[in-house]
């Protein structure tokens, strides 16, 4: 950047004090100038509050002009009277919100009494019940439980459940096993009914009318048939878990009788 530097005595303040004004040639601010000083000693000067602290109360600074390096008594006047009607402001009680300290606007630290009032007429509380215990879930989520399977203690496979027939998938790649896991993860996790997805619309696009509390199935319809189907599956599943104890049990009786005899003879 090419400046240009002028530096003149400065006849305001003291003697040996020079006023230097630099100049831009080029770049953006082009034509722009700045103005410092130099003390005798050669010390230099940015501003006016800086030039003030070092002269102290040898140079009255109050009409001095930092640009121009001269005394304006009409600057003088101008703060005289600015200062006047902030202290006639001040008497009047309306202070200047420019020249008034700063008041605290957050909360204190310190402990203060407070009242409250909880029995106001006022006071109407909304609550919605749904709306607080409902929580967001994520779309198609029944994906991540394809490919899982239980297993017993031997890490060996469990056999799958079949589905009925009229139980039929909603939504992009759904098999049967992930929608018996979903059915299952359902039925433990939601306490209302599972009834599938009740809305056509969701078959045509299940990403914007898809109901996330239901499983990825089409609505469905339980009869009296199913469930008397059902009941009969939970009665043979129960009475086959009676015989393997009752099985059990005597396998054991008749263990310990032969442990028995063998400690007689």
């Not at 006849?11 to 770049?27: D, F, M, N, Q, T």
């Not at 914007?208 to 009665?235: G, H, M, R, S």
Request: hydrophobic share 35%.
């Amino acid at each position: 950047m090419i400046m240009e530097r002028k530096r003149v005595d400065c006849p305001a303040l003291p003697p040996g004090w020079k006023k230097e004004e630099v100049i831009r040639k080029s770049g953006l601010s082009a034509g722009k100038s700045d103005v410092y000083y130099y003390s005798p000693t050669g010390k230099k000067f940015r501003s006016k509050p800086q030039l003030s602290r070092y002269l102290g109360n040898t140079v009255d600074l109050g009409c001095f002009d930092f640009r121009t390096g001269k005394m304006m008594p009409s600057k003088l006047q101008k703060n005289k009277q600015r200062l006047r009607s902030e202290n006639l402001s001040l008497s009047k009680g309306k202070p200047d919100l420019n020249t008034a300290l700063p008041i605290r606007q957050t909360a204190s630290i310190f402990k203060q009494p407070v009242t409250k009032i909880v029995n106001h007429p006022s006071n109407k509380v909304k609550t919605d019940l749904q709306r607080a215990t409902e929580q967001p879930r994520q779309l198609f989520w029944e994906k991540r439980l394809k490919g899982l399977r239980s297993s017993d203690v031997t890490e060996e496979v469990l056999r799958t459940m079949e589905l009925p027939k009229g139980l039929q998938s909603v939504g992009p790649d759904a098999s049967d096993e992930t929608l018996l896991s979903a059915i299952a993860s359902a039925l433990h996790l939601s306490s209302g009914p599972i009834t599938g997805q009740t809305s056509t619309a969701a078959e045509k696009n299940p990403a914007i009318w898809l109901n996330t509390f239901q499983p990825l199935c089409k609505a469905f319809t339980v009869t009296d048939d199913d469930i008397k189907e059902q009941e009969l599956k939970v009665y043979q599943a129960r009475r086959s878990l009676e015989e393997a104890l009752m099985a059990d049990g005597l396998a054991r009786a008749a263990e310990s009788a032969r442990d028995v005899e063998g400690r007689a003879a």
